[in-house]
């Protein structure tokens, strides 16, 4: 039996009304924004009194703390379903492939967590969770350069190569909505060729 299946129906019912208000809430957040975000309006849109929201959340840091966390918790699926024991110069490419997946597939968690990289956020937003897919990043390009797959000579440190990738990887989730059809002999639409020939240019040259 799995976990849910465990639960008594009063708490499968718990859940799934904190799963309503929190998909209310959600729409809310990326509407006004997390400083205009209220108790009031949440309970307004998930048809709710205000006083019973407090029944799932104490407040509406905590609200806005468990969207987050829902969103990081997401990515992080997805970014584990890449293997480690990939060749670096390909794990790299799959994470980056990973990433954009998940934003295709979530876009409303996708602006989720760009909306939570300028916020303070308390440690139950999942933010940690979060950053863990650039360290995935940042750990693989250590770990190829300590092999030799990538080249100390391009000047750039680990951290900066990882700092390019995931900023090329920003970018093509953000114009995968755009209809390039009518630029597509000056713009080429396939990310994964073009990442691939972005850590192609990192790697080191093959010894004589």
Not at 68 to 80: G, H, P
Request: hydrophobic share 45%; with cysteine; net charge neutral.
């Amino acid at each position: 039996m799995d976990g849910a299946s465990r639960l008594s129906r009063r708490d499968r019912r718990r859940l799934s009304t904190r799963a309503e208000i929190l998909a209310a809430a959600r729409e809310l957040l990326l509407e006004v924004g997390p400083e205009a975000l209220s108790l009031r309006q949440v309970a307004r849109r998930a048809d709710f009194s205000p006083a019973s929201l407090y029944n799932y959340f104490s407040s509406r840091d905590e609200i806005i703390a468990s969207l987050f966390a829902e969103s990081f918790e997401r990515l992080d699926v997805y970014l584990r379903r890449v293997p480690a024991d990939l060749p670096p110069e390909k794990r790299v490419v799959e994470l980056g492939m990973a990433y954009m997946d998940f934003g295709r597939d979530n876009p409303m968690d996708l602006r989720c967590i760009l909306l939570a990289t300028s916020q303070e956020l308390p440690p139950s937003s999942g933010k940690a969770l979060g950053l863990g897919a650039a360290r995935m990043i940042g750990d693989t390009f250590r770990r190829g350069m300590e092999q030799g797959v990538f080249a100390c000579g391009t000047r750039m440190s680990a951290a900066e190569m990882a700092y390019g990738t995931w900023a090329l990887v920003h970018g093509m989730v953000s114009v995968a909505g755009i209809d390039l059809g009518e630029v597509a002999g000056e713009l080429s639409a396939d990310p994964r060729r073009v990442l691939e020939g972005y850590v192609q240019l990192l790697m080191a040259p093959p010894a004589a």
